[in-house]
């Protein structure tokens, strides 16, 4: 029976672990009223948040933009659908890899840096010493944070995708020698901007919450010491990984089910 006790105490600390996060995700929107009255902490946060990724988010979409266009046009030509190819790029860019590369490249860039810095924060006793001075450090430090990472997401998915198309576009026209005009009429006519792009940032906008959640709430339950805050990091990469592939495939379900 020994298996089975060991079953029963993992799941029960899993789902301890669980309910403790749903609670501090209720702390952290408790207090973004609080730090919706101080935009500036804000503002900072999504400039600096958005700083710490967006070099790696305009190379990456750069380079994806130059493969998709060479695999999607070696996937199209047999079937005569090369006219196709800047539909294609586009609708995979801002439904699909857009916001979920983005997060992705978001979670190991800016949400390692989060999670070490909160970690160090409370290694340091900061966030014990606010508290002594009767500061919530969930409306000073944590809620800013939270909602500069939600608002940041949305912004550098936006700007992944315009420059893996402008990409794409400098491949298929100038390497492959695709019609500019067909490249970029057939996205005019076929792109639909709130089924397709407006999905795409409202996808976003939830893996920034993943993200970010994840980011502070492992840097916030990160042990003060140097091995705990690199575990947490760690961590951060993973769980915001595995929830972000998770909930793609539920909201695309959800948004792309009907034609």
């Not at 996060?21 to 952290?28: C, H, I, K, T, Y």
């Not at 810095?117 to 450090?137: F, R, T, V, Y």
């Amino acid at each position: 029976m020994n298996w089975l006790a060991l079953i029963g105490a993992r799941a029960l600390s899993v789902m301890r672990g669980w309910g403790h996060g749903a609670l501090f995700l209720l702390d952290l929107v408790r207090a973004l009223p609080a730090a919706l009255r101080r935009p500036m902490l804000v503002i900072t946060q999504v400039h600096a948040i958005g700083n710490r990724s967006l070099l790696i988010i305009l190379a990456s979409g750069m380079a994806v933009g130059f493969v998709l266009a060479l695999q999607m046009y070696y996937a199209l030509v047999p079937y005569g659908a090369a006219e196709s190819l800047g539909l294609v790029i586009n609708l995979s860019l801002v439904r699909e890899l857009g916001p979920v590369v983005t997060a992705l490249l978001f979670a190991g860039r800016a949400g390692t840096s989060l999670t070490a810095e909160i970690g160090l924060m409370k290694a340091g006793e900061q966030l014990a010493a606010m508290e002594l001075m009767a500061i919530d450090p969930r409306a000073r430090v944590l809620a800013p944070r939270f909602l500069g990472g939600v608002v940041a997401m949305p912004i550098l998915a936006i700007l992944f995708s315009t420059i893996g198309i402008l990409g794409a576009w400098v491949v298929a026209v100038g390497l492959i020698g695709i019609d500019a005009g067909n490249f970029w009429s057939i996205q005019q006519s076929r792109v639909d901007v709130l089924r397709d792009i407006g999905n795409g940032i409202a996808k976003s906008a939830v893996f920034g919450v993943i993200c970010t959640f994840v980011a502070l709430y492992q840097g916030h339950e990160t042990q003060a010491t140097p091995e705990g805050v690199a575990y947490a990091t760690t961590r951060t990469v993973v769980f915001s990984s595995l929830a972000v592939l998770g909930t793609d495939f539920i909201l695309t379900a959800l948004m792309f089910s009907t034609p």
